[in-house]
């Protein structure tokens, strides 16, 4: 390991932070490693450019779930493994608290790891036959009407063929990672993590029959607007947002590149869902 990339949210408290960029500093100045510094600034990640150049061999995000979800869309096309420390609420995807950021460190150190794959999504918003955005996401990708409170029409298809025409406030498209985001408040169902599938959400449709949809994790889905709406949006791991117009298409399939979660040891993969919604009752 020669170079590693701190993906630094910088809305978290100086005096919680702090503590943890020492304590990284200090085991790569003892191992002669390069850390760069990738940090939120307004409409931008300072330092993002620099670590993709330099082709760094761990990430480690520093903040909540959030800065996971950053942290992948900029590297998963590197096959870089993350190792997310939590310096936010409870979350899904950042294992190491801040007391164990030292024995983390030692155990990557002596390679007592192993990574965990998570499949990623890509999406495409196209006009007029070519790419106006495009970007990975590890959670979810979102067509909704916006802020305002007006229903939207809207149509997908599933590997070419239609699927269901109706007004709502929208759909989602998740991977099993993003199962336990935006998608259950929705209704969607849980999916385990290693799930090899995409699971298709529908926003309060006005329709008695439109339920989720669990697909083949290779299936093409195209959503676009039927009638014209007023400000919708393409919003992406809940971060990166688009405006789209009637006579664009939202191109969703499985990204090429997963994601590579860092792992200290064997943990029950519904330990964190059993803390994060049922507290300390569960047994």
């Known amino acids: 390991m020669k170079s590693i990339a701190l993906v630094i949210n910088r809305l978290i408290p100086g005096p919680r932070m702090q503590p ?32 993709r150049r330099l082709g760094v061999d761990l990430v480690i995000t520093l903040g909540g779930d959030g800065t996971v979800l950053a942290g992948s869309r900029m590297f998963a096309d590197q096959g870089v493994p993350i190792m997310g420390v939590r310096l936010g609420r409870l979350g899904f995807l950042s294992e190491v ?25 890509e999406a495409r918003l196209m006009r007029d036959g070519e790419v106006r955005h495009r970007e990975l996401c590890l959670n979810d990708v979102v067509l909704s009407r916006g802020a305002t409170l007006r229903a939207i029409e809207l149509e997908f298809e599933i590997d070419d063929e239609p699927v269901a025409r109706y007004a709502g406030d929208g759909l989602i498209v998740s991977t099993p990672t993003g199962s336990t985001a935006y998608s259950l408040s929705a209704g969607g169902p849980i999916l385990a993590p290693d799930l090899e599938a995409v699971l298709v959400t529908p926003l309060c449709p ?78």
């Open 20 to 51: 943890v960029l020492d304590q990284i500093a200090a085991w790569c100045a003892g191992r002669d490693l390069i850390a760069v510094h990738v940090e939120n600034e307004p409409g931008e990640w300072r330092g993002l450019a620099e670590a």
């Open 97 to 121: 608290e801040p007391a164990g950021v030292a024995a983390a460190l030692e155990n990557l150190a002596d390679g007592r790891f192993t990574t965990e794959r998570r499949l990623m999504l």
């Open 206 to 283: 006005h329709s008695l029959w439109i339920r989720p949809l669990v697909v083949a994790p290779r299936s093409g889905i195209r959503l676009f607007l039927t009638r014209p709406a007023v400000k919708p949006v393409v919003v992406v791991d809940g971060q990166e947002s688009w405006t789209i117009s009637e006579e664009d298409v939202l191109q969703v399939r499985r990204a090429e590149h997963d994601c590579r979660l860092v792992r200290f040891g064997s943990k029950d993969r519904f330990q964190v869902l059993r803390l994060k919604f049922q507290g300390n009752n569960s047994r």
